[in-house]
């Protein structure tokens, strides 16, 4: 046959709540032969649901390279295969590049099927005004390398996306409010998508004192998002002078450029401060 008009379907699934999956998703899931799952257990709530009724073959971290060697010769023999992780989307804090490079290496088309994923649902809704975002997911377990990383996240231009489990959650805060810039905001979104959704917004600083203040703070599934810091350079008392005088009478990106221009100051830090302003 020809390989080519195979391919592996990577399907994003709900987070939490089971409505949200995309009409081709179903379409997808219903119309596969065999579907690469972490964990089976779980994804039978979602088929039951859905009325997806097709072989499901397990594909986790520990068997990753196996199954996937099963799954390539599932697309030789012409049967129609999906990829699905537990919840959101495969490869992201989850299983599945191993697959998709499989798949690819042996001549099929890899074909993404997008959906939810916990990040940017957090963050469509932190309501943070950082222009730019850096995924790190799941910071390291033990206290000295989770310091560390940290520590070398904190000139990072960019709001800072975490997941966390409920178990750690309150010493990863601690550590963030420790050692990152007090100035930062955090976002805390819990359980999204599901009954007991929170999404509180607050001072870095406040962070461990939130999560203290009730016993349900720290329950569920977490995404964490931590502002960008504050401007660090090139901002003297002239510069932000001339910047508020262009914001007055231009929009946030004209008004940084123009500024840089102006003054010889570096644009993206003038824009995260132009932003600022705006928002008072
Ligand atoms: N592949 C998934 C995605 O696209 O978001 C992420 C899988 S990762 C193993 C699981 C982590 O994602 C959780 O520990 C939590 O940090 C975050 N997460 C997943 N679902 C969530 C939800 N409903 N609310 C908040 N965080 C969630």
């Known amino acids: 046959m020809d390989e080519s008009q195979n391919a592996l379907y990577v399907v994003a699934t709900p987070i939490g709540n089971l409505g949200d999956i995309t009409l081709r998703a ?63 989307t495969p490869g992201i804090s989850d299983p599945g590049a191993r697959a998709c490079a499989a798949a690819r290496a042996a001549g099929f088309r890899v074909v993404p099927l997008p959906g939810p994923n916990a990040a940017i649902t957090a963050l469509s809704a932190a309501g943070l005004p950082d222009a730019h975002f850096l995924f790190i997911g799941f910071l390291p377990p033990k206290p000295t390398a989770r310091r560390h990383e940290i520590e070398s996240l904190k000139g990072v231009p960019a709001a800072l996306v975490f997941y966390e489990a409920p178990h750690r959650i309150e010493e990863t805060v601690a550590d963030l409010a420790a050692l990152l810039e007090p100035e930062r905001t955090l976002a805390v979104a819990r359980e999204l998508t599901k009954l007991f959704e929170q999404i509180a917004v607050m001072p870095l600083a406040d962070g461990p004192a939130w999560l203290a203040a009730d016993d349900n703070h720290r329950r569920g599934e977490f995404v964490l998002v931590v502002s960008s810091p504050p401007p660090r350079v090139g901002i003297d008392a002239e510069t932000e002078r001339v910047l508020k005088v262009l914001l007055d009478e231009l929009p946030v990106k004209q008004a940084a450029k123009l500024a840089a221009t102006i003054t010889g100051s570096a644009k993206n830090a003038l824009y995260e401060r132009a932003l600022q302003l705006k928002d008072g």
């Open 26 to 88: 179903l379409e997808t899931l219903r119309g596969a032969d065999m579907i690469a799952c972490e964990d089976t257990r779980h994804a039978q709530a979602l088929f039951a649901h859905h009325g997806i009724d097709a072989q499901a073959m397990p594909l986790h971290e520990h068997n990753e390279a196996a199954a996937s060697v099963r799954l390539v010769e599932a697309l030789r023999a012409g049967r129609r295969v999906a990829l699905i992780s537990d919840a959101g």
